[in-house]
T-cell receptor, first 115, second 114 residues
Framework: DAGITQSPRHKVTETGTPVTLRCHQT?????MYWYRQDPGHGLRLIHY???????DKGEVSDGYSVSRSKTEDFLLTLESATSSQTSVYFC??????????????FGPGTRLTVL | GENVEQHPSTLSVQEGDSAVIKCTYS??????FPWYKQELGKRPQLIID?????GEKKDQRIAVTLNKTAKHFSLHITETQPEDSAVYFC?????????????FGKGTLLTVNP
């Protein structure tokens, strides 16, 4: 597996509380991504980053914010968690543009439950 | 934006049979098509990919074909084994564009019965 970790791996929280998930990579890759995975929906992109302080929205970005102050860390924040944000969250990294094609490698995932 | 449709959503085969999963994409500029395998409780793992300059690629028991004209690509698994049981995702990307994103299909749950 690529050098990519996520923390925490499991979290249970209450509606209305803020939550921050961390993705850490040791590959020095420029591109990092946050996805959520829900039954029947596959993997949906929340936000992605193409460099330090450079981020953009994905298809399901409402209710989420991200930050990237260092190459190795990409943080996903739920400002006020809702039950609809109960999901498994995956981080991914890509060596684009150093390579020609967007091979993405995934972290182990974080299972978040919002009660 | 890109839209990827994947079929079937579930597939059950007997051990030793072949399995085929099909995907269609909408953006004719897409040029990279990876396939991921996800075992229960694990992360998606890249198992094979194909680029738009080739029509077929093989790796042991798995192969992927691409038809650019029809905008569809397929995953073929031969001589299936119980350890092939997993959810498989296809994806598409325009790696020549300015935003490097993958669009995923909704997944196929493959069950290989011993």
């Amino acid at each position: 597996d690529a050098g990519i970790t996520q923390s925490p791996r499991h979290k249970v929280t209450e509606t209305g509380t803020p939550v921050t998930l961390r993705c850490h990579q040791t590959e020095n890759h420029r591109y990092m991504y946050w996805y959520r995975q829900d039954p029947g929906h596959g993997l949906r992109l929340i936000h992605y980053s193409y460099g330090v302080k450079d981020t953009d929205k994905g298809e399901v970005s409402d209710g989420y914010s991200v930050s990237r102050s260092k190459t190795e860390d990409f943080l996903l924040t739920l400002e006020s968690a809702t039950s609809s944000q109960t999901s498994v969250y995956f981080c991914a990294i890509s060596a684009i543009p150093q390579v020609s094609y967007n091979e993405q490698f995934f972290g182990p995932g974080t299972r978040l439950t919002v009660l | 934006g890109e839209n990827v449709e994947q079929h079937p959503s579930t597939l059950s085969v007997q051990e030793g049979d072949s399995a085929v999963i099909k995907c269609t994409y909408s953006d004719s500029a897409s040029n990279y098509f990876p396939w991921y395998k996800q075992e229960l409780g694990k992360r998606p793992q890249l198992i094979i990919d194909i680029r738009s300059n080739v029509g077929e690629k093989k790796d042991q028991r798995i192969a992927v074909t691409l038809n650019k004209t029809a905008k569809h690509f397929s995953l073929h698994i031969t001589e299936t084994q119980p350890e092939d049981s997993a959810v498989y995702f296809c994806a598409a990307s325009n790696s020549g564009g300015s935003n490097y994103k993958l669009t995923f299909g909704k997944g196929t749950l493959l069950t290989v019965n011993p």
